[in-house]
């Protein structure tokens, strides 16, 4: 609608849904209104239906930038190769559950250093509570999968079905054919993709173009099909009926991000001060004697969780800015300046009521915190990436007997030692024991004091039973330190692991 539509719109009237001709945006009795009466919110309220409008503006072409790129990023992800030589899979990123592998790009993650995706979740959380911190539910609102996918689902539904009005009155009409026909294709494009969801899913599980051969030709494993059914019908499910519940029911977020955020944190806000008392929209009026919001109900139009922004901060609202962009619109409309909506924290609130400039503090005591916190795990895990060992060795002492004394007198301890090789190549390996300088040292299965040329294979793990024995006269109490020490045979790795020799009390 443009500023002669406003015109036309009668004396007193809002600004009404283009297509509906309904007052308030098309705003019927089926969504916001409804919803957001809630004085006594219940656990749980049925869906009631909500009909977003699309919207364009600043904050609707980021959020469709973030889309395509996270879309991409999660279904082209897998097709990605990465040149590991022989041996090695050359999928860049790959859950590799048969090799117990996580691989991505440059990056091997093996099942013993599992810490390093501790590492990354504990990364991912801090990262997510610096990001509140300065701006609110932004994850929620641009780059959560649940927005992601709902935004996608939307953008079909608003292909096949048409805008709001349309689909609105598509709503409330009785079942024809050509209702039918719409229903069908919308739902059937929904499975589709949420199909493809589920499939791109799998490919992180295997090589994505040999599952893909096996997942058509039908002779992919079981768990494969059955990983792809649910990936669809949650993804169809959630994005395509649940859609804003999953937020407001399901999701423990909203609860918990209110522990982040503070009156410095930049959040979506109606600036009531411009604003109110609103009113409906005159012609020739004279703003110096009324505020801003003329009532349209646009902002409530476009929102995705049905809400009324002006109805202060509220646990729906997941931070989209769609509502920015409605208003902004409407502003540019009515020849008033944008920003009626938008991203606003407590104090400049109060600082404008007082008639203070407004004010953006980043570095607050919990930003600082977030931010150190992040730096401090991000250099321990690179550094500790960055100086990881391609050999490891792990050591058992025998439980049972803890040691032997042989018929010479001497005390022998058995041990289990495993040598991970990590490098792509076999590799062959000598062992020592240090701490114990008469030490005699046999290998199961090898001659007395053949220590060398044990062979681990690439990517692999060897075992080997070892013997230690040394003179008791040598042992000077009933526990001694000792490192085994494990070289390859050219001398270019080396690994310790530290156990201990027992022996009788002395
Ligand atoms: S109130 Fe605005 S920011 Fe919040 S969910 Fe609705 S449209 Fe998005
Ligand atoms: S805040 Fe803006 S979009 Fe919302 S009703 Fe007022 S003028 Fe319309």
Redo the contacts with the bound molecule.
């Keep these: 609608m443009n500023l002669i539509d406003l015109a036309k719109t009668a004396e007193m009237a809002?600004?009404g849904d283009e297509a509906s001709g309904t007052a308030?945006?098309g705003v019927e009795t089926s969504d916001a209104e409804a919803v957001n009466r809630k004085e006594n919110r219940p656990l749980y309220q049925a869906r009631v239906k909500i009909f977003p409008k699309a919207v364009r503006g600043r904050y609707r072409t980021v959020k469709w930038a973030v889309m395509a790129v996270t879309l991409a990023i999660y279904y082209l992800t897998p097709w990605i190769r990465w040149d590991r030589g022989l041996n090695a899979p050359d999928q860049a990123v790959l859950i590799d559950f048969s090799g117990q592998r996580f691989y991505f790009f440059f990056i091997e993650i093996w099942p013993q250093e599992v810490y390093y995706i501790t590492g990354l979740l504990i990364l991912a959380a801090f990262s997510l509570f610096l990001i509140t911190a300065l701006a609110g539910r932004v994850w929620c609102g641009y780059t959560c999968p649940q927005t992601v996918w709902t935004d996608l689902f939307l953008l079909v539904e608003g292909w096949v079905e048409g805008d709001r009005a349309q689909r609105i009155r598509l709503d409330k009409a009785p079942l024809s054919a050509a209702k039918i026909a719409r229903r069908t294709i919308k739902h059937l494009i929904w499975i589709l993709i949420a199909m493809a969801t589920g499939g791109a899913w799998v490919f992180y599980f295997g090589d994505a173009p040999t599952l893909l051969r096996d997942l058509v030709t039908l002779r992919a494993e079981p768990v494969a099909y059955a990983a792809i059914g649910v990936l669809t019908f949650t993804t169809y499910s959630l994005g395509g009926l649940m859609r804003e519940q999953v937020c407001t029911y399901m999701c423990p977020w909203p609860r918990i991000q209110g522990a982040m955020t503070d009156e410095d944190s930049l959040i979506v806000s109606?600036k009531d001060d411009r604003?109110e008392p609103?009113q409906p929209f005159r012609k020739r009026q004279d703003w110096s004697i009324r505020k801003?919001?003329?009532?349209?109900?646009?902002?409530?139009a476009v929102c995705p969780m049905g809400i009324?922004?002006?109805d202060g901060q509220q646990l729906e609202c997941i931070t989209c800015a769609l509502?920015i962009d409605?208003?902004d619109n409407?502003?540019a409309k009515?020849g008033r300046p944008r920003g009626?909506?938008d991203y606003d924290t407590l104090v400049n609130h109060d600082r404008r009521k007082r008639g203070e400039p407004a004010r953006l503090r980043l570095l607050r005591p919990r930003t600082v915190l977030y931010a150190g916190l992040i730096l401090v795990v991000g250099v321990v895990m690179l550094v500790s990436l960055i100086t990881r060992s391609t050999l490891d060795v792990n050591v058992q002492h025998d439980r049972n007997p803890l040691y032997v004394r042989l018929a010479d007198g001497s005390i022998r301890n058995g041990y289990t030692v495993k040598i991970l090789n990590k490098d792509h190549a076999p590799a062959r390996f000598r062992l020592a024991v240090d701490g114990l300088p008469e030490a005699a040292i046999s290998i199961v299965g090898r001659e007395p004091g053949v220590v060398g040329d044990l062979p681990v294979p690439a990517d692999g793990l060897a075992g080997f039973r070892v013997y230690v024995a040394v003179p008791s006269s040598a042992l000077t109490g009933a526990t001694l330190p000792i490192d085994i020490r494990v070289v390859e045979q050219d001398g270019r790795r080396v690994a310790n692991s530290p156990s201990i020799f027992r022996g009788p009390e002395r």
């Design positions: 809002p600004i308030v945006g109606y604003g609103r801003d919001c003329i009532d349209c109900n646009q902002c409530v009324d922004i002006r509502c409605a208003c409407v502003m009515i009626l909506i």
